[in-house]
């Protein structure tokens, strides 16, 4: 029987930013939640693309020609292939909607933001 996600409860399960946790999974995708603080390293997917939902707060994604600027109940797709970076200023809360499996990191390996997945 399907049960109930509450966004706010599982957001309060976790206080790390940029470690993605697994909500859900829906036909090879997973939706993700991910606190944000910062500027994340400018990384490339090869092969995915990214679903970016902004629940709470102010988040951005910056191309290499463009900045996307985005609020509470604003999307972006990011396209695989394209170089990008997200950033927050201050705490941010996202959805983020991608292929089972991705790398946060994509293309990059870095000690401080690659995160293992974890679901909660």
Avoid: Y
Wanted: aromatic content about 10%.
């Amino acid at each position: 029987m399907p049960e109930t996600i509450s966004l706010p409860h599982k957001f309060s399960l976790f206080a790390e930013h940029w470690r993605p946790k697994v909500i859900a999974h829906l036909n090879g995708q997973e939706i993700k939640l991910i606190k944000v603080q910062g500027e994340f390293p400018w990384h490339t997917h090869a092969a995915e693309d990214e679903f970016f939902l902004v629940w709470k707060g102010h988040f951005r994604v910056e191309f290499r020609d463009h900045v996307a600027h985005l609020g509470p109940g604003d999307c972006l797709v990011v396209p695989h292939g394209t170089e990008h970076r997200t950033c927050a200023d201050e705490e941010a809360e996202i959805l983020c909607f991608e292929p089972a499996g991705v790398l946060n990191t994509g293309d990059v390996l870095d000690p401080t933001f690659t995160a293992p997945l974890a679901s909660i």
